[in-house]
């Protein structure tokens, strides 16, 4: 591991040099290139170099234990005390700066949201999702660009699509798929009884036409006029899209903009995401096949979460968390399930590393 981490630092250093010369300067794309090289290896690095600091003084404070003098010997002891704990836990965040990076962290996502079992109650679940996951956006500075919405005739979604876009998006939410489920006292029961509602959610990584295979034959677009509920018109033109990829049968449909051109874009994207993600699914399936993954994976049809509001409490089910603070996750702090989820998904990868 330490080999590797003094070639990080070579690299790093060569980097930085790079970036300061005439020549990069003047080539935007290839300072681009180094740019990028120099925040990917910056935080190794800057952890390897304090790690090599604080050995070199624990070398140091543990020569001094056999110095004549009792009050060296003493803050020797004291030294090594407070620096052994933090080498040790050094050492843990650079084994796991080196796990293999997934490469679609990096990128934006398309959040779908859809309404299932319950009715009426689980289309207000939906909306409730979107929202916490729309301030949890909102927290981190990120951007949200509804793509899709399907409203429920009593309040809530059907379903919604959205484009959340901000720095790691998917590397943050992608252990957010799969079903959640609520359990809440309906504002229309009379009795106080608590219904079980749930919503699916899938997180697919922002994709470009460019991220996966399709033939343009493989593509069919059928235009029609947008409708709004109950068949009301909402414009006069068949501005409407709908984009089938025959080989897999995914089916994309916009209409929320009055460009037909608008909705093809949109369209697409949505496409793109969704057959970059089945690919990715396919990937997992097999990876997992001999192996139960320790985060889930990742399913629609998989209950990850209950939201249980008489109780006040979420349980993430993956990782047996449970918090007393739902009210604070439907308003999108959600950061703790999140890095739960994600130091869950380190050990398993380290475990799978260690069994090579």
Known sequence: MFSKLENLERRFEDVEQQLSSPEVLGDQERYRKLTKAHADLKEVVDVFLRYKEVKAQLAESRALLDDDDAEMRSMAHEEIKNLAPEAEKLERDLTLLLLPKDPLDEKNIILEIRAGTGGEEAALFASDLFRMYARYAESRGWKVEIMGVSD???????????????????????YEAGTHRVQRVPATESQGRIHTSAATVAIMPE????????????????????????????????????????????VVAMQDEKSQHKNKAKALKVLYSRLLQAEQDRAHAEQAENRRAQVGSGDRSERIRTYNFPQGRVTDHRVNLTLYKLDQVMEGDIQELIDSLSTAAQAEALKSQSEV
């Open 152 to 174: 429920a005739a009593a309040g809530g979604y059907k379903e919604i699509s959205a484009l959340i876009a901000g720095h790691k998006a998917y590397s943050h939410l992608k």
């Open 207 to 250: 994709a470009e036409e460019a991220d996966v295979d399709i033939r343009p034959e493989d593509l069919r677009f059928d235009v029609y006029r947008s409708s709004g509920p109950g068949g009301q018109s909402v414009n006069t033109t068949d501005s409407a899209v709908r984009v089938t990829h025959i080989p897999t049968g995914i």
